[in-house]
C-alpha cells in the first residue's frame, strides 16, 4: 500500500496543476480536502465532519455511499462499465428512457442522451435549429428567454443567460445574440410583464426558433423564484406563434421544488426538456434531453435524415443504470412527503435571518432555502462561519442557500438553517 499521501502536500499539488471552476489559479483561498463522505455528510482529511448542504451542486439528493445506488454500481461493473452507444444499445439506457418518460409531462417521447446538463441544453437548442431547418424556415434561429437565467458554461448555452448579471459577461461579443425578455414576476397578475413579453413575440416571431426558461425557479443566476402563471403564459406565446418551448429541469428535476418536474405548476408540458444533476443522485456525470414525437419525426425526415449530435460517453451503462436505481429509490421513499419536511423545517429554520439587517430577502420553496444580503457575500468568511456550525455550504454573489440532500433528518435540517442565519449574520 502506498503511504497516504499529507493534506499539506496534496494542496500544494492542487495549487500547482489543478485549476477549480470558477477560479483563479491557483485557487484562492485553498479548497479544503475531502477524506470520503457518507449519508448527508462529508468527511474531511482533518477529521472535520460537515452536513452538506449542498448536495454536491444539488445532484447527491440520496446522499453519498447509498447502499441502493452502490449496490446498482457494483452490479453493473460486472456487466460493463461502457460501451459506444453507436450501433449499439443496452437495457441500462433503453430502461432509463422508459422510466424518464413515464415520469416526464405528457407529449415527451424521444431521450437523448448527453454528458452534463450543459450538454443537454447545447442539445436542446440543436434540436430546435434543426426542427426549423427540416421545416424550410432556417431563419428561425434565434432564441428567446428571460433575464436571470443560467443554463450553463457551453457557448449556445451561456448565449441563454443573463448577459448582464450573469457570470458570462466577458464573452459579450463572442455569442450568438439572443432575444430577452424581463424577469418573470415573483407574483401572479402582472399583466404589464404579458404585454412587453408578448411584444417581444410579435416583434420577433419569424426569427425565434424556441422559448427556453427554467420553470418556476431561476438557479445559479441568482436563486429566483417566479409565479408558474407565467411559464403558462410563455407556452400560449408559444402555441401562439408556433414556437418550440423548451424547459431546463436540470436544476429542479426530480422533486426539488416539490412536484417530480416544475412544469407540474404550471400544468404545461414542453416540447423539449432537459434533465441533470439528481438524475443518477450524484453518482456520475448523466444528462438527458427530451423532446415531443414531432421534433424528433421533423429531424429524422428533414434534409440531414438524422440528429447531428453524438457524445463519446452518451448513455454510459453504468451511468445509466445507477440512475435507475436513483429513481427507483426516489419514488419508493416518499419524496414529496420527504420535500415538504424540508420546505418546512427551512421555513421555520431561516425565519430569523429576517430580522438581520444586511438581509434583503429570505425565501424557501420545496427543498430550496435562500437567504438574500444587500451586498456581495465574503465566501471565504461565509464559508468558514458555516463550517464552525459544522455545515458545508457554498454561497455566491450576495446569495447564502442550501439545496440539501433529501435524506438529511430534521436535526441535520436545523443544523443547516442555523449555520446559513449565522453566516449572514457574519
Not at 482529511?45 to 448542504?53: A, F, P, S, W, Y
Not at 446498482?72 to 422508459?98: D, K, N, W, Y
Not at 450553463?152 to 441563454?160: E, H, K, L, Q, R
Amino acid at each position: 500500500m502506498p503511504e497516504p499521501v499529507s493534506p499539506e502536500a496534496l494542496l500544494a499539488l492542487d495549487a500547482r496543476h489543478v485549476w477549480h471552476p470558477y477560479a483563479a489559479m491557483p485557487a484562492a483561498p485553498a479548497p479544503y480536502v475531502v477524506d470520503s463522505a457518507s449519508g448527508a455528510r462529508i468527511r474531511l482529511q482533518d477529521g472535520t465532519e460537515l452536513i452538506d448542504g449542498m448536495a454536491s451542486w444539488w445532484a447527491a439528493i440520496h446522499g453519498y455511499r447509498h447502499p441502493v445506488l452502490d449496490a446498482a454500481a457494483q452490479a453493473q461493473l460486472g456487466r460493463m462499465s461502457h460501451v459506444m452507444f453507436g450501433g449499439l444499445t443496452h437495457e441500462p439506457a433503453i430502461s432509463l428512457a422508459g422510466r424518464l418518460v413515464e415520469l416526464a409531462p405528457a407529449g415527451l417521447a424521444r431521450v437523448f442522451f448527453a454528458d452534463s446538463g450543459s450538454v443537454s441544453v447545447e442539445v436542446a437548442i440543436k434540436m430546435a435549429l434543426q426542427y426549423w431547418q427540416a421545416a424550410g424556415r432556417s431563419g428561425r434561429n434565434r432564441l428567446l428567454t428571460v433575464r436571470g437565467g443560467y443554463h450553463g458554461d457551453t457557448f449556445m448555452a451561456m448565449s441563454v443567460c443573463d448577459p448582464v448579471g450573469g457570470m458570462h459577461h466577458l464573452f459579450t461579443g463572442n455569442l450568438t445574440e439572443q432575444v430577452f425578455a424581463e424577469m418573470p414576476p415573483a407574483q401572479p397578475g402582472d399583466e404589464s410583464w404579458r404585454r412587453r413579453t408578448a411584444e417581444l413575440f410579435e416583434r420577433h416571431s419569424d426569427e425565434l426558433a424556441a422559448v427556453i426558461v427554467e420553470p418556476v425557479v431561476q438557479g445559479a443566476g441568482g436563486m429566483r423564484f417566479y409565479d408558474p402563471s407565467y411559464v403558462a403564459e410563455l407556452r400560449r406565446l408559444c402555441d401562439e406563434h408556433g414556437l418550440l418551448l423548451i424547459l431546463d429541469e436540470i436544476a429542479t428535476g426530480f422533486g426539488r421544488t416539490g412536484t417530480m418536474f416544475a412544469a407540474e405548476q404550471a400544468g404545461v408540458s414542453p416540447d423539449i426538456m432537459c434533465v441533470g444533476k439528481a438524475l443518477t443522485g450524484g453518482y456520475l456525470s448523466m444528462a438527458a434531453t427530451l423532446c415531443t414525437d414531432a421534433v424528433a419525426e421533423a429531424i429524422s425526415n428533414g434534409p440531414g435524415g438524422a440528429f447531428m449530435h453524438g457524445p463519446t460517453f452518451m448513455a454510459n451503462p453504468l451511468a445509466a443504470a445507477i440512475a435507475g436505481a436513483s429513481l427507483d429509490l426516489l419514488q419508493a421513499n416518499d419524496w414529496q412527503t420527504t420535500v415538504k419536511r424540508a420546505e418546512a423545517a427551512l421555513s421555520e429554520g431561516l425565519a430569523a435571518a429576517r430580522d438581520l439587517d444586511p438581509v434583503a430577502d429570505v425565501r424557501v420553496l420545496g427543498a430550496i432555502g435562500v437567504i438574500e444580503l444587500t451586498h456581495p457575500v465574503d465566501i471565504d468568511r461565509v464559508t468558514r462561519r458555516a463550517m464552525g456550525e459544522g455545515v458545508w455550504l457554498r454561497p455566491f454573489r450576495n446569495l447564502i442557500y442550501a439545496m440539501p440532500p433529501y435524506i438529511c433528518t430534521d436535526e441535520d435540517l436545523a443544523a443547516i438553517c442555523r449555520a446559513m442565519v449565522a453566516a449572514a449574520a457574519a
